[in-house]
């Protein structure tokens, strides 16, 4: 079975500290691996993805598979970062996703 | 707004009544999407269609619950005698696939309460 698991409910940060939002996943073939964020009373939204190895607002994201980790970083956060943060993952062509429990990014002044 | 909408917003309704939600996908995405998300979760795959197909549905939580998409356009999932576990956010997304992983657009999500 897949899993995802983020083990921060919530992460708060200064702003200007660097950022690191932690993902574990469970898969035992080649996952396709997400972080979708949700900012405040807006939808859900991709931000990036594996594949792609893009960096998107500043973040970058390096998946492991020694260690079953897609952690999301930023060197500087930013307040407009302050956001829910998903991982997912994905087992075949289709985004059947499965999501993690989410992490709570908080950016303070 | 041309992205994925989803109908109505909120819904409240006693225990024991059946309730139908909405969503209309962007208008040339193929692929459908149902999700719930309960508070403090993330979202959790429900079902989804290619066009009016319905490939996957094992993962509907119960015999209550069902989705069409007639005519592979707008998707409707309705639950029958609501429970107070189904209040939740039901979340609806769609993309465009032509094979490999593609991005998946949210919808805003249907809050449903069960009272």
């Known amino acids: 079975a897949q899993r995802v698991t983020q083990p921060e409910k919530l992460l708060s940060v200064f702003k200007g500290a660097p950022v690191e939002l932690k993902c574990n996943y469970s898969?035992?073939?080649?996952?396709?691996l997400f972080w979708y964020v949700q900012y405040s009373r807006q939808r859900l939204q991709l931000l990036l993805r594996?594949?792609s190895r893009e960096s998107i607002k500043g973040f970058t994201a390096d998946l492991n598979k020694g260690e079953t980790s897609f952690h999301l970083k930023k060197p500087f956060a930013q307040e407009e970062d302050s956001a829910m943060y998903y991982c997912?993952?994905?087992?075949?062509?289709?985004?059947?996703?499965?999501f993690g429990g989410g992490t709570r990014l908080m950016v303070k002044p | 707004d041309t992205g994925v909408s989803q109908n109505p917003r909120h819904k409240i309704t006693k225990r024991g009544q059946n309730v139908t939600f909405r969503c209309d996908p962007i208008?040339?995405?193929?692929?459908l999407y149902w999700y719930r998300q309960t508070l403090g979760q993330g979202p959790e795959f429900l079902t989804y269609?290619?066009?009016?197909?319905?490939?996957?549905k094992s993962r509907l939580l119960s015999d209550r619950f069902s989705a069409e998409r007639p005519k592979g356009s707008f998707s409707t999932l309705e639950i029958q005698r609501t429970e107070q576990g189904d209040s939740a956010m039901y979340l609806c997304?769609?993309?465009?696939?032509?094979?490999?992983?593609?991005?998946?657009?949210f919808g805003q999500g249907t809050r449903l309460t069960v009272v």
């Open positions: 269609f290619q066009n009016e197909a319905q490939l996957e």
């Open positions: 594996h594949i």
């Open positions: 898969y035992s073939g080649s996952p396709e």
């Open positions: 997304a769609s993309s465009y696939w032509t094979g490999g992983n593609t991005e998946a657009f």
């Open positions: 997912a993952l994905s087992s075949n062509a289709g985004n059947m996703l499965t």
């Open positions: 208008s040339e995405h193929n692929r």
